[in-house]
């Protein structure tokens, strides 16, 4: 699935969050973010399970960032 990245970032930045501790804390591979992050890769409901769980996104935000088909 896309990834909306812009709305990942905003997530990230709020809470604070690098791509090294976001990976520590998913238990999703560092490289794998990075390449969500640039765009390089879709994204599998596990990960994006891991990634909505270690940031504590509400379920509607989770939505418009892992499950719109619109990506902005």
Do not use: W, Y
């Amino acid at each position: 699935m896309k990834v909306n990245v812009k709305l990942l970032e905003e997530e990230m930045d709020k809470k604070h969050v690098s791509v090294s501790e976001l990976a520590r804390m998913s238990n999703v591979d560092k490289s794998t973010i990075s390449r969500l992050l640039n765009e390089q890769r879709a994204c599998s409901i596990a990960t994006a399970q891991a990634i909505v769980q270690a940031l504590d996104i509400p379920s509607k935000k989770a939505g418009l960032i892992f499950f719109s088909t619109e990506v902005a």
